[in-house]
């Protein structure tokens, strides 16, 4: 198993970074990512999560992708592709996060993607998302992933899953899913707004 260095029990100082590059007038960076594994549902999280910030606090946040250039917002959330370490673009962007939301699901492909990024990243992570849980999540990967920050759980619903099809934002749909990640938002966003 690989080095974990965050625990769930340290204290985030994330808020305080915030303040300060909010001050220099430079936005935030929270980072959404699942490493090397594609189709966990990072970007439908990054969207209700830019939503459910903006709407707590009232702070100019957005979603944009690791390679774009952005201005003028307080908060951005990064929404990662998939990438394999050898991508040295997304790597070195990664790398430049002020903070880290891992999207996983319950695999073992997932599992090892996050743990070789973890070693990597010196950001604080802000909490583990499991994306797509069918029925009970397994204490197993609750257990492992809880070693790199708290863990959140988000049920698998149909209702969010074709929302990109039919071109409703996920933020607006009424669905078990968008409910349970606009909580875990709630309770990310107080540890870093206090």
Excluded: W
């Excluded at 917002?73 to 990664?94: C, M, S």
């Excluded at 909580?183 to 107080?190: C, E, H, M, Q």
């Amino acid at each position: 198993m690989a080095k974990i260095r965050h625990t769930a029990e340290e204290p985030i100082c994330f808020s305080t970074l915030k303040r300060v590059l909010i001050e220099k007038n430079k936005s935030v960076d929270i980072c959404i990512t699942s490493g090397a594994k594609g189709g966990t549902g990072k970007t439908t999280f990054a969207n209700v999560f830019a939503y459910t910030y903006h709407i707590l606090t009232g702070t100019s946040t957005r979603v944009v992708k690791p390679l774009d250039s952005y201005q003028g917002i307080e908060i951005a959330i990064v929404d990662f592709p998939a990438f394999q370490l050898t991508d040295k673009k997304y790597l070195k962007r990664l790398l430049r996060c002020d903070a880290v939301l891992y999207i996983v699901e319950e695999d073992f492909e997932t599992l090892r993607a996050i743990e070789i990024l973890h070693m990597l990243i010196k950001a604080e992570v802000l909490g583990v998302v499991i994306n797509k849980v069918l029925e009970k999540p397994s204490k197993e990967f609750i257990s492992i992933y809880s070693r790199f920050g708290k863990v959140y759980i988000i049920h698998f619903d149909k209702k969010l899953a074709i929302h990109k099809s039919v071109g409703i934002p996920p933020y607006r749909l009424r669905s078990i899913a968008t409910l349970e990640i606009a909580k875990a938002a709630v309770d990310i966003i107080r540890k870093i707004e206090v």
